[in-house]
């Protein structure tokens, strides 16, 4: 197969977890749907952004709600892509214990039920989860203490996944954004001095957008990375390194 035709997802069927909000998780919808695949979302909210909801079959799903997670899994009887994306954060107001363990909730024990939901049908098509990640994984932040012990839950159950779905030929990796230009991160870009500091550190001078996860996002759930499994790449302009 040739490396563009690697590219190709026609024929292939992608749900991705968490993209009503026109953020990270509509992009990379939109780019595998671009790509030729076929593509379904979910949010939490009623209804996902007009634009999207034009594109894609659209679910409201709670990733907390096991029942809720095992029933949608039940009708999709094969999948190649899952895209774990949905989470939450508060910034400043993480220390509360019971705030705390909802985040963990949605953020990790989410992405683990839709993962371990879907699981049968990945295995169906030698599937590939791509869990979403943070930088904040690897870094402390006292802001948001529970979206980071969550998001480093992520990076390290990608590894566990990833070994023992290898003999179904399921990959599980997941990516790590930097500081991206969402819904969540309205908050946080309210303070100046945060979002300046955040641009002088990153060595390509700027916060990301959505689109800049999804090359990445194809690039895992294609064959082109065939021989990748248990991985967490950043995506975050370089901010990591300094
Ligand atoms: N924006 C950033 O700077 C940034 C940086 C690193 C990682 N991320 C991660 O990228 C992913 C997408 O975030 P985003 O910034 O695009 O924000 P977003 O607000 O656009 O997306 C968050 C999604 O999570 C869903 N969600 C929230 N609670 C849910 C629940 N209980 N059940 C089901 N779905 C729920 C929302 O409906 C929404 O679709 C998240 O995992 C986030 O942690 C974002």
């Given at each position: 197969m040739s490396a563009a035709a690697?590219?190709?997802?026609?024929g292939a069927r992608i749900i991705v977890i968490g993209?009503?909000?026109?953020?990270i998780g509509a992009a990379i919808a939109r780019a595998f749907q671009d790509a030729g695949g076929t593509v379904e979302i979910t949010g939490a909210e009623p209804e996902c952004l007009p634009e999207d909801a034009a594109r894609f079959p659209y679910t409201q799903l709670d990733v907390t709600d096991t029942d809720a997670v095992e029933s949608f899994a039940?009708?999709?009887?094969?999948?190649?892509v899952l895209v774990n994306c949905a989470a939450i954060t508060k910034r400043g107001e993480e220390m509360d214990p019971e705030f705390f363990q909802h985040v963990l909730n949605v953020n990790l024990v989410g992405s683990m039920r839709c993962a371990k939901a879907l699981q049968g049908a990945l295995a169906k098509r030698q599937g590939r989860v791509i869990n979403i990640a943070s930088m904040y994984a690897r870094f402390g932040s006292p802001q948001n203490p529970a979206y980071g012990a969550s998001k480093a839950g992520v990076e390290q159950m990608t590894k566990s996944l990833a070994i023992a779905w290898a003999p179904d030929g399921v990959r599980v990796n997941a990516i790590a954004p930097g500081f991206i230009v969402t819904e969540q991160s309205a908050r946080a870009r309210q303070d100046p001095t945060f979002t300046d500091a955040i641009e002088a550190r990153t060595p390509l001078g700027r916060w990301g957008q959505?689109?800049?996860?999804?090359g990445l996002a194809l690039f895992m759930g294609s064959?082109?990375?065939?021989?990748?499994?248990g991985v967490c790449v950043p995506v975050d302009g370089g901010y990591s390194v300094v």
């Open positions: 690697k590219f190709d997802f026609s993209a009503s909000r026109g953020g039940k009708s999709r009887g094969e999948l190649d959505p689109d800049d996860i999804a064959d082109a990375s065939q021989f990748m499994t």
